[in-house]
């Protein structure tokens, strides 16, 4: 019934390392030409399925998933960045003649 110690700070700490350390990988995988890029579209496209279908009543009480309402801006920004994305690799694919960069991936 009472724990020795509070795990809201712990979890808190462990989801900012989370996202710290994530960020820093897509940064890393720049170094070679669409290797950020391509799984940042896989992980974009299926973030935006799922989004879809969450949003969509029908599709929400077929898959038994919650309901969201106000999903789908967040599916057109998704379809925006898969977009953005697309645009970027067809210029960085070799020979590379735009390098994405630590601001890029960062945002990633």
Same mark, same amino acid.
């Given at each position: 019934?009472?724990? @020795? ?13 989370? @996202? +710290? ?10 170094? @070679?030409?669409?290797? *950020? ?38 599916? +057109? +920004?998704?379809?925006?960045? +898969?977009? *953005? ?10 020979? *590379? ?12």
């Amino acid at each position: 019934k009472h724990p @020795l110690f509070d795990m809201e700070i712990f979890a808190i700490a462990f989801w900012i390392l989370v @996202l +710290i350390s994530s960020s820093n990988a897509v940064n890393l995988t720049d170094g @070679l030409d669409g290797l *950020a890029t391509v799984p940042s579209i896989f992980s974009l496209s299926t973030l935006g399925i799922f989004l879809y279908l969450s949003g969509n009543l029908n599709y929400s009480e077929y898959l038994l998933l919650p309901k969201i309402q106000g999903l789908g801006e967040v599916v +057109i +920004i998704c379809a925006a960045l +898969i977009g *953005a994305l697309m645009g970027f690799l067809w210029y960085n694919c070799y020979p *590379a003649q735009v390098f994405m960069g630590d601001s890029g991936s960062l945002a990633l």
